[in-house]
């Protein structure tokens, strides 16, 4: 094995004579310390896995830094080593690096599912303050697939199609080519050995056919850069396994029918000799308008640029090939790593484009915590194809495929986006809500008095114009409340003074505010705009100790439970009526829900399927719906019966703990020998949620049943 470290350092020499090596070799050395009675499936040695991942990361040159905390990136996770002794070995920047990637491997969820967003949302995050975190992770996972056929068949697949939809992507967006075709042609195999070995064969099948026209395409590409004296490597490919299985699945066709089955990449010395060949490309064969892409001018959003051209030969062959210098090339191969190797090393990347993409999508998603939605969102954002549209002058503008002219909107400027009135597309007036098509021309008409509505929200599918929208919204609704809380304010300072005849100034009001409730005004009465804040007599006597008269009378005198109650509600025609959950039934949002009009108490909420309705008068009977937007925590209560050892609190605490509920109460009743019950009141946001807590409930060892608390029926 010191032979292999010894390979390692070698190579890290060899791009970077300076290296430190010292570092490095301290790096090993505690590293294979620390794993040294441990095995990988392999049988081999475990170390042999730190120094193949470090190893991987000097492929791709990267700083000392990161090959020492590659070497120890399973050292916290796996050993008796703590974050502190790899700290005071080898300072703050290394084991900040090697607590990210420990960080990411530490799930706290039981549900596979729910795992994956938690991964995925901890990579995003890690990533975000230091982009050597996920490069370790990557080379880690590359390695852990080469080492794969050591591993049960069942394992073998999760590992792999986690793969494919995390990891390879992630890569993709980072920029780095080499590195996402690499895992997906390993996973590939692995996820889908069947649907692999049927394309091979195929491949395999035209092989030499292929060889042999590739090989011709290229002498008369030679032919042509001959005269203009360009210098440039032509190198050519059959399209890969995975790339054809994905067109053929989505485009329903054969594999002769796939465009771009054969493909060629001509790097050449400079931009100009890209364009040049591409013209002189385009005058001896007929190309494909649709199919030509212009990712020089206009690069993709991870960086990549490069020309893209279809072409048909005089017998009917169909080529894809692509131009770009060799700097392109080199940043299409490795992306953002480019940035960490060793005579870079320093920069902190703060305004990367890739990175920022990352932060919106975190930025975008602190709104609805729930791992399963960022999960889908984050998928669909990762792997969703891109489609290319073009503005009127001509500059490729890359969105999600189902992308509409507000996403485009968005994508162009803010403002843009905030006034979008309407689009030509292709010079067709459409609705704002059209899917956009891969080479739409797109024209959006703006006015000032048009601003977004949470509609738009249906219609988007980038996180940035979700983003946008939702900030908009979110304003206005602050201004909204803002100005009813004044109003209200007004009305009840007014009544206040009239009646003690007392004379306030503003300022003098605005200094209580800010002691007393340690708000500032616009917040103080937005608060009370939106109810979350009551103006009783109570707050009012805080605010003016000096009164000791207790009549007041506040102009709206709603009672605190019901407003909050009826922002949660849709009740057609009403404006002010009171609004209760009923207790027999206690509706969570998203069960079937009616209302029914009460005599003196308003509008009470049951389930739809209450027994109780049943018996009611059913022209009291009101429709209503669940406010999508607000939330509000709904108090449940449950029996647990549960075998009588102690530990089961605890384990109990954890998943309510693990979902974000909080737990109202808690009490233990033993009912035999072996067997006691817990009861059980917790808060959840709505009926998802609370299934997902039920289902780990369900899970506790040796659990006898769980039923829900009966409330004795009443309307
Ligand atoms: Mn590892």
Redesign the pocket.
């Known amino acids: 094995m010191v032979k292999r470290f010894f390979e390692l350092q070698e190579k890290v020499l060899s791009y970077y004579s300076k290296a430190n090596t010292r570092l490095l070799k301290k790096a090993y050395s505690i590293a294979a310390d620390a794993h040294l009675n441990q095995r990988r499936a392999s049988n081999e040695p475990f170390i042999s896995?730190?120094l193949e991942?470090a190893g991987i990361l000097a492929d791709m040159k990267l700083d000392e830094i990161s090959i020492a905390a590659g070497l120890l990136?399973?050292v916290v996770?796996d050993t008796e080593y703590t974050i502190d002794q790899i700290e005071t070995h080898f300072g703050k920047e290394i084991a900040d690096i090697v607590w990210g990637v420990t960080k990411i491997s530490k799930i706290s969820n039981f549900n596979p599912e729910d795992a994956k967003a938690e991964t995925l949302k901890k990579m995003i995050i890690a990533m975000t303050n230091d982009v050597r975190v996920i490069l370790i992770k990557l080379a880690?996972r590359l390695?852990?697939m080469h080492t794969l056929d050591h591993l049960p068949e069942e394992k073998r697949k999760r590992i792999a199609r986690e793969t494919l939809d995390i990891y390879a992507p992630i890569a993709y967006r980072l920029g780095m080519g080499k590195m996402k075709t690499e895992l997906e042609d390993i996973a590939f195999k692995y996820a889908y050995p069947e649907e692999y070995e049927r394309i091979s064969n195929e491949i395999e099948h035209k092989q030499s056919w292929a060889t042999q026209k590739l090989e011709n395409l290229k002498t008369e590409i030679e032919k042509i850069m001959e005269p203009f004296n360009i210098t440039g490597e032509i190198d050519y490919r059959i399209k890969r396994e995975i790339s054809i299985y994905r067109k053929v699945m989505r485009q329903n066709i054969t594999l002769d029918r796939v465009y771009d089955l054969l493909a060629l990449r001509i790097i050449t010395d400079s931009v100009e000799n890209c364009y040049l060949l591409m013209g002189e490309i385009h005058q001896r064969w007929q190309y494909i308008p649709a199919r030509w892409r212009d990712f020089i001018a206009n690069q993709k959003s991870n960086g990549y640029q490069s020309i893209h051209t279809t072409i048909i030969t005089a017998d009917g062959g169909k080529f894809e090939i692509q131009i770009r210098t060799a700097a392109m090339h080199k940043m299409a191969e490795e992306g953002i790593a480019a940035h960490w190797q060793y005579k870079e090393g320093i920069s902190f990347l703060e305004d990367d484009e890739r990175l920022q993409w990352f932060r919106d999508l975190i930025e975008a998603h602190k709104e609805n915590p729930d791992p399963q939605e960022f999960l889908k969102q984050v998928k669909g954002d990762l792997t969703t194809n891109e489609i290319y549209v073009f503005t009127p002058k001509g500059k490729v503008i890359t969105l999600k495929k189902g992308a509409t002219p507000i996403d485009f909107a968005f994508a162009i400027h803010t403002d843009v986006g905030y006034h979008c009135k309407g689009a030509y597309v292709n010079e067709q007036f459409v609705p704002l809500r059209t899917r956009l098509q891969s080479s739409d021309v797109v024209d959006i008409i703006t006015s000032k008095n048009i601003s977004p509505s949470a509609d738009w929200l249906k219609y988007v599918s980038t996180s940035r114009a979700k983003k946008k929208i939702a900030a908009f919204i979110q304003k206005k609704e602050n201004l909204l409340y803002l100005e009813r809380g004044k109003k209200i304010w007004g009305k009840v300072i007014k009544e206040y003074k009239r009646k003690h005849d007392l004379k306030f100034n503003e300022e003098d009001i605005t200094e209580r505010v800010n002691k007393i409730f340690h708000v500032d005004m616009d917040t103080f009465f937005r608060d009370i705009g939106s109810n979350k804040k009551v103006l009783e007599k109570k707050s009012l006597k805080t605010l003016f100790p000096e009164i000791t008269v207790p009549e007041i009378t506040p102009a709206k005198k709603a009672s605190k439970k019901s407003s909050q109650v009826f922002k949660l509600i849709n009740v057609d025609g009403y404006q002010d009526i009171d609004v209760l959950f009923a207790r027999c039934c206690s509706p969570i949002k998203g069960d079937k829900i009616m209302g029914y009009i009460t005599h003196n108490r308003g509008l009470m909420i049951h389930k739809a399927d209450c027994l109780n309705l049943k018996n009611t008068v059913q022209s009291r009977l009101k429709e209503v719906s669940w406010n999508e937007v607000a939330d509000f925590p709904y108090e449940v209560k449950y029996d647990l019966i549960v075998p009588d050892k102690p530990g089961v609190l605890s384990a109990i605490s954890s998943i309510t703990a693990s979902h974000d509920s909080n737990i109202k109460r808690i009490t233990l009743e033993k009912i035999s020998q072996q067997l006691c019950k817990v009861k059980l009141t917790f808060e959840v946001k709505d009926t998802q949620h609370l299934n997902r807590i039920l289902n780990e409930l369900k899970k506790i060892k040796g659990i006898d049943s769980i039923i829900r608390r009966k409330i004795p029926a009443h309307v």
């Open positions: 896995h730190p991942v990136h399973d996770e880690d390695h852990n």
